[in-house]
């Protein structure tokens, strides 16, 4: 996965000052890959696009449990900034 990270047409998303590839930031916050391109396709930053997938009710079924650690991280860290 490391080599897969290492290309130019890779999309890079910052959230909170971490910067990280789009594919490797979805893994671990269990968003839909397409929620959050068509947001940063949009013109938002990312930034921008992570709070608006954090408040999306997309996606927030029952079978919807991957990446709960993660987006709990991300609002505690919210909140701390906050």
Do not use: C, P
Request: glycine letters at 8%; a positive charge; hydrophobic letters at 40%.
């Amino acid at each position: 996965m490391e080599q897969q990270a290492n290309k130019r047409n890779n999309r890079v998303v910052s959230y909170q000052g971490e910067t990280m590839h789009l594919a490797e930031f979805v893994r671990r916050a269990g968003f839909s890959k397409i929620m959050l391109m068509t947001r940063l396709n949009r013109g938002m930053t990312g930034d921008a696009a992570v709070e608006s997938a954090l408040s999306s009710t997309y996606g927030k079924g029952q079978n919807a449990r991957r990446g709960r650690m993660f987006t709990t991280w991300l609002r505690v860290a919210r909140a701390i900034n906050s």
